[in-house]
């Protein structure tokens, strides 16, 4: 999967789930300064990409990854396979 593909894919997750415009949205984006998405939202945002990314996504990780190209970053990563077991 592409990088540009991903960044798709979780603008709709955010317009679907942390009801955001995707035009606003670019891999620079903080979840919570820009987007003021909340601890629960973040937590469903995590659980359905890991669903639709066939990746895990470790609760410590996940808490680190602020911004959109964060996230972009670590499932392409864990696509390719330079992650070790457990996506850590």
Request: charged share 30%; aromatic share 6%; glycine share 10%.
């Amino acid at each position: 999967m592409k990088r540009s593909e991903i960044l798709d894919e979780l603008k709709g997750m955010l317009a679907e789930f942390g009801d955001v415009d995707p035009e606003l949205v670019d891999e620079q984006t903080a979840f919570v300064a820009d987007l003021g998405l909340d601890s629960l939202v973040l937590v469903r945002l995590t659980v359905v990409a890991e669903e639709r990314f066939g990746v895990r996504v470790p609760d410590e990780v996940a808490w680190e990854l602020h911004t959109v190209g964060s996230v972009v970053s670590y499932v392409e990563e864990a696509l390719s396979g330079r992650l070790g077991a457990g996506g850590e």
